[in-house]
């Protein structure tokens, strides 16, 4: 069975620049969970998305949005790119929100220059 | 408001032998769960063990158990027979039903010496 998939691997953009990240849950998963990892530090939750509609938003700006499809895989969208958005963009999906079974994707890394 | 604290940066154990990776957290909430994930240089935040508050049974998973204190709000993982391969980053999360958030800990980089 396919784990999560995300992508690109790798991205670099410019400041003012948008970006879109990819995520593909695994089969039969209907909750998707972003999270931002700064180097050296634990991952922050960003947004999760359940049977479509957003479930919850962590405390980061309106720059960023997500959005999940009919199928389940979700897109986060970056606005505005600061040389601070510079992370690891890892997705997480699950059964349903609660379920507390995470799995987590490999990430995207994504560079601000 | 929900926090994990980690507050060993890093630790160094020699293969074969028992390391602990401690970690306290703060709730007001009853019912949660609480993990460790690793992550190796590979980046994939990997499930270690996963244990629920309700339960007073520590979880164990192969050579990884967990000491689970609730009074206390402490949650260490305990690595017996420590390998090579268990050379990686090690995260304390905390979940509720409340908002289904993961909150991590700062983590804890983990070296296991030949």
């Known amino acids: 069975d396919a784990g999560v998939t995300q992508s690109p691997t790798h991205l670099i953009k410019t400041r003012g620049q948008h970006v879109t990240l990819r995520c593909s849950p695994i089969?039969?998963?209907?909750?998707v969970s972003w999270y931002q990892q700064v180097l050296g530090q634990g991952p922050q939750f960003i947004f999760q998305?359940?049977?479509?509609?957003?479930?919850g938003r962590g405390n980061f700006p309106d720059r960023f949005s997500a959005r999940q499809f009919p199928n389940y895989s979700s897109e986060l969208n970056v606005n505005a790119l600061l040389l601070g958005d510079s992370a690891l963009y890892l997705c997480a999906s699950s059964p349903t929100p609660i379920s507390g079974g995470y799995t987590f994707g490999s990430g995207t890394r994504l560079t601000v220059v | 408001a929900q926090t994990v604290t980690q507050s060993q940066p890093e630790m160094s154990v020699q293969e074969a032998e028992t390391v602990t990776l401690s970690c306290t957290y703060d709730?007001?909430?009853?019912?949660?769960?609480l993990f460790w994930y690793k992550q190796p240089p590979s980046r994939q935040m990997i499930l270690v063990i996963r244990q629920e508050a309700y339960k007073q049974q520590n979880a164990t998973e192969n050579r990884f158990s967990v000491n689970f204190q609730k009074a206390a709000k402490s949650f260490s993982l305990k690595i017996s027979d420590s390998q090579l391969g268990d050379t990686a980053m090690y995260f304390c999360a905390f979940l509720t039903g409340a908002n289904s958030k993961l909150t991590f800990g700062k983590g804890i980089t983990l070296s296991v010496r030949p």
């Open positions: 089969s039969g998963h209907k909750s």
């Open positions: 709730t007001s909430e009853s019912n949660y769960y």
């Open positions: 998305y359940y049977e479509k509609e957003e479930r």
